[in-house]
């Protein structure tokens, strides 16, 4: 029997979060370069922040070390292992003469990304808004969307025009914004700030109660002598902020997932509580190695600062030689770069298209990290001296090409 009501269609657009999101502009790249090397072409990749170095040995020691226990393979603690929270608030006073609790200013995330989303499920509700810098890195942003928040837009170059965008949003904004992130060093674009900066942040986020999430993932890769600096090195900041760092970049660690949020008790709190029902913390072993990281020989921070540092050297010159200028980024593992004389109006994804199928090499559209990071491209630092120069040569073979 035939009826004119069509049937019910189940299609991902039914679910309220899915029609939140756009397409993930990064993987269009990705893909291409994974149908490139599956078809065997040499692919140099400068798109994705991948860290090429393995952990440093004694810490896979203990990882191996833990695993051979019995009773290490249970359900681990979601808010982290007490040896592994007070090694972090060990690690803040050595780094940045910050005194923090253990029990209730310290709390272990499965990396930076998984903190900050986590967190934004805890502390946002549907059409609450949050300040987001644009470029940024798109958690930043779709960890609140995702969430139901709203985002405003600020500047991610911390100057005049940030301040005054800070002020024209809590001024004619509707609900007021009640949450800032900021990125310091910036992914993607390697910007970073004083301890001025802060302390005058924390006088405004104080003044206009709002909480404030420091996203610290790139603390230790600092260049030229010029350290990074924490929020919280601010007298009063630990009352309106709370800070995420990693492991994955100062200590090659990406696929552990390991990283930390500190800082004010009360988000930690509501973090640790919203975790306690996602998950149940990383592996028990992964924890341990974590600690003999933090707490053991230091060398692998300095020779990974050194190692993208010189890359970053290496980059700039062979680029700049190739006929393509790359600003000198002063933190990060990243270089942030206007299109290339002659592809300024072609736009910033069709461009990072272009340059893997002519050149073999793979950048990551600006346009991935928001709508200010059109007309830009994010270099990551993750092959050797080396590649580094072969993507050059290839560049400069393919800007020859097109510009004659």
């Given at each position: 029997?035939?009826?004119?009501?069509?049937?019910?269609?189940?299609?991902?657009?039914?679910?309220?979060?899915?029609?939140?999101?756009?397409?993930?502009?990064?993987?269009?790249?990705?893909?291409?370069?994974?149908?490139?090397?599956?078809?065997?072409?040499?692919?140099?990749?400068?798109?994705?922040?991948?860290?090429?170095?393995?952990?440093?040995?004694?810490?896979?020691?203990?990882?191996?070390?833990?695993?051979?226990?019995?009773?290490?393979?249970?359900?681990?603690?979601?808010?982290?292992?007490?040896?592994?929270?007070?090694?972090?608030?060990?690690?803040?006073?050595?780094?940045?003469?910050?005194?923090?609790?253990?029990?209730?200013?310290?709390?272990?995330?499965?990396?930076?990304?998984?903190?900050?989303?986590?967190?934004?499920?805890?502390?946002?509700?549907?059409?609450?808004?949050?300040?987001?810098?644009s470029p940024s890195y798109p958690?930043?942003?779709?960890?609140?969307?995702?969430?139901?928040?709203?985002?405003?837009?600020?500047?991610?170059?911390?100057?005049?025009?940030?301040?005054?965008?800070?002020?024209?949003?809590?001024?004619?904004?509707?609900?007021?914004?009640?949450?800032?992130?900021?990125?310091?060093?910036?992914?993607?674009?390697?910007?970073?700030?004083?301890?001025?900066?802060?302390?005058?942040?924390?006088?405004?986020?104080?003044?206009?109660?709002?909480?404030?999430?420091s996203d610290l993932a790139y603390?230790?890769?600092?260049?030229?002598?010029?350290?990074?600096?924490?929020?919280?090195?601010?007298?009063?900041?630990?009352?309106?902020?709370?800070?995420?760092?990693?492991?994955?970049?100062?200590?090659?660690?990406?696929?552990?997932?390991?990283?930390?949020?500190?800082?004010?008790?009360?988000?930690?709190?509501?973090?640790?509580?919203?975790?306690?029902?996602?998950?149940?913390?990383?592996?028990?072993?992964?924890?341990?190695?974590?600690?003999?990281?933090?707490?053991?020989?230091?060398?692998?921070?300095?020779?990974?600062?050194?190692?993208?540092?010189?890359?970053?050297?290496?980059?700039?010159?062979?680029?700049?030689?190739?006929?393509?200028?790359?600003?000198?980024?002063?933190?990060?593992?990243?270089?942030?770069?206007?299109?290339?004389?002659?592809?300024?109006?072609?736009?910033?994804?069709?461009?990072?298209?272009?340059?893997?199928?002519?050149?073999?090499?793979?950048?990551?559209?600006?346009?991935?990290?928001?709508?200010?990071?059109?007309?830009?491209?994010?270099?990551?630092?993750?092959?050797?001296?080396?590649?580094?120069?072969?993507?050059?040569?290839?560049?400069?073979?393919?800007?020859?090409?097109?510009?004659?």
């Amino acid at each position: 029997m035939n009826t004119s009501e069509p049937e019910p269609s189940l299609s991902e657009e039914q679910f309220y979060r899915m029609r939140r999101l756009p397409p993930y502009v990064i993987a269009e790249v990705n893909a291409m370069r994974h149908a490139a090397r599956a078809a065997g072409r040499d692919v140099i990749d400068l798109g994705m922040g991948n860290p090429d170095q393995p952990p440093p040995q004694h810490v896979i020691d203990k990882l191996c070390e833990v695993a051979g226990k019995p009773s290490a393979h249970g359900y681990s603690q979601s808010r982290g292992i007490p040896g592994l929270r007070k090694a972090q608030a060990n690690y803040y006073g050595r780094r940045f003469g910050v005194d923090l609790d253990p029990e209730s200013e310290v709390v272990v995330t499965m990396g930076s990304k998984e903190g900050l989303s986590s967190m934004a499920t805890a502390i946002v509700a549907p059409g609450d808004v949050v300040l987001a810098p644009s470029p940024s890195y798109p958690i930043h942003t779709y960890g609140f969307i995702i969430a139901g928040a709203t985002i405003r837009s600020v500047p991610t170059t911390p100057n005049e025009e940030y301040w005054e965008s800070l002020e024209q949003a809590m001024a004619y904004t509707s609900p007021r914004p009640s949450v800032l992130v900021v990125n310091y060093p910036s992914n993607p674009t390697a910007e970073t700030v004083d301890l001025a900066f802060y302390e005058r942040l924390v006088a405004w986020a104080r003044e206009n109660k709002v909480w404030v999430l420091s996203d610290l993932a790139y603390s230790e890769l600092y260049y030229d002598g010029k350290p990074t600096r924490s929020i919280l090195e601010v007298p009063g900041a630990k009352e309106c902020a709370v800070e995420f760092t990693s492991m994955s970049k100062t200590y090659s660690m990406a696929g552990w997932r390991m990283g930390f949020a500190v800082g004010n008790p009360t988000l930690i709190k509501a973090l640790t509580r919203v975790k306690s029902y996602l998950d149940y913390g990383a592996f028990t072993p992964i924890q341990a190695a974590a600690c003999a990281a933090l707490n053991g020989p230091q060398d692998i921070v300095e020779e990974n600062r050194l190692r993208y540092q010189n890359r970053r050297d290496v980059m700039v010159e062979a680029f700049g030689r190739a006929g393509w200028d790359i600003p000198v980024p002063p933190a990060s593992m990243f270089a942030w770069a206007p299109l290339p004389p002659g592809f300024e109006s072609m736009g910033s994804l069709d461009f990072s298209k272009k340059l893997l199928e002519e050149a073999g090499v793979a950048v990551a559209a600006g346009i991935g990290y928001g709508e200010e990071g059109e007309g830009f491209v994010r270099i990551a630092m993750v092959e050797n001296e080396q590649r580094i120069r072969q993507a050059a040569r290839n560049v400069k073979r393919f800007l020859q090409r097109t510009n004659t």
